[in-house]
Nanobody, 122 residues
Framework: QVQLVESGGGLVQAGGSLRLSCAASGRTFSSYAMGWFRQAPGKEREFVATISWTGGRTYYAASVKGRFTISRDNAKNTVSLQMNSLKSEDTAVYYC???????????????WGQGTQVTVSS
């Protein structure tokens, strides 16, 4: 089992920045690829970014590429999502998740956090 707890969400103006963090506990964190997903009201959960277990490989959704940066610290069992140049369409509940292998599909993830709300005002 892997337990994931997100933090760092909040209300920010368009053009601003937020940094989300996800703290992991349980089984060996460093053996999992980690991802961030988001779900806006009335929409399906969508992929945002993922990072390999070493941190050497990342992949982003086209909608956030160049604005968001995913990183991890295996010594601290954390994964972060730095979000810059935020837009109103980034408003959603953001979830971190753990997968046994690198994946951009939510079907590839076994463990999920409870989510943190990000609201971008225009």
């Amino acid at each position: 089992q892997v337990q994931l707890v997100e933090s760092g969400g909040g209300l920010v103006q368009a053009g601003g920045s937020l940094r989300l963090s996800c703290a992991a506990s349980g089984r060996t964190f460093s053996s999992y690829a980690m991802g961030w997903f988001r779900q806006a009201p009335g929409k399906e959960r969508e992929f945002v970014a993922t990072i390999s277990w070493t941190g050497g490989r990342t992949y982003y959704a086209a909608s956030v590429k160049g604005r968001f940066t995913i990183s991890r610290d295996n010594a601290k069992n954390t994964v972060s999502l730095q979000m810059n140049s935020l837009k109103s369409e980034d408003t959603a509940v953001y979830y971190c998740a753990a997968a046994p292998r690198f994946s951009v599909s939510n079907l590839g993830y076994d463990y999920w956090g409870q989510g943190t709300q990000v609201t971008v005002s225009s």
